[in-house]
């Protein structure tokens, strides 16, 4: 679940291929998932994620790929728990 608080109740909403989550009588919402194969995703971000898919692969390959998406994952985790 990640930074869902559990036992909450959610409601769900959807914004073209993005899914978002916010907790019932809040205003607040976070990003839960992204629907890679959706009739709305437009091509940029079917571009985009299939990029995404490639770099992921890369990085097995790659140390110094992979040395660059560690770091980035660290940032986005630091900056998820301080919003």
Not at 7 to 33: C, H, M, P, S, W
């Amino acid at each position: 679940m990640g930074t869902l608080t559990p036992g909450a109740t959610y409601i769900y909403e959807r914004v073209d291929n993005r899914i978002y989550a916010r907790e019932f009588g809040q205003t607040k919402r976070r990003l839960v998932g992204i629907e890679q194969n959706s009739s709305s995703a437009t091509e940029p971000t079917r571009r985009m994620m299939n990029q995404i898919n490639d770099v992921l692969g890369m990085c097995e390959q790659h140390p110094d790929m992979k040395e660059l998406l560690d770091k980035l994952l660290v940032l986005y985790n630091l900056r998820k728990t301080h919003e």
